[in-house]
């Protein structure tokens, strides 16, 4: 059973800084692309970031690009995702997802995701 944990979530100020982490288990971690996504209230699930099972390619958001990076720790089994220069705009609930198929590239859309952990919120303030 794939279960998913994230971490590191909170209230910060705009300009701020925050780093999640999630922790897998349940089948072999390196072999999967695993990708970033949130929602923010009233709004659809969107895709963050994303980072193969070989560590690269690695996509971003196009409205994260430059502040957010993606990275992953294959014996610790867990991808991080550290975000800085943080806007009201990022306030969401922030949720971690591994891909379907081994030995995949990450993409953009959450059908490709099998699992999901339960979130982690994080709150820019102004």
């Known amino acids: 059973q794939v279960q998913l944990v994230e971490s590191g979530g909170g209230l910060v100020q705009t300009g701020g800084s925050l780093r999640l982490s999630c922790a897998a288990s349940?089948?072999?971690?390196?072999?999967?692309?695993m990708g970033w996504f949130r929602q923010a209230p009233g709004k659809e699930r969107e895709f963050v970031a994303g980072?193969?099972?070989?560590?690269?390619?690695?996509s971003y958001a196009d409205s994260v690009k430059g502040r957010f990076t993606i990275s992953r720790d294959n014996p610790k089994n867990t991808v991080e995702l550290q975000m800085n220069s943080l806007k009201p705009e990022a306030t969401a609930v922030y949720y971690c997802?591994?891909?379907?198929?081994?030995?995949?590239?990450?993409?953009?859309?959450?059908?490709?995701?099998?699992?999901w952990g339960q979130g982690t919120q994080v709150t820019v303030s102004s």
């Open positions: 997802a591994q891909h379907r198929s081994p030995f995949s590239v990450a993409v953009p859309t959450s059908k490709s995701y099998q699992y």
């Open positions: 349940g089948r072999t971690f390196k072999n999967y692309a």
């Open positions: 980072i193969s099972w070989s560590g690269g390619p690695i």
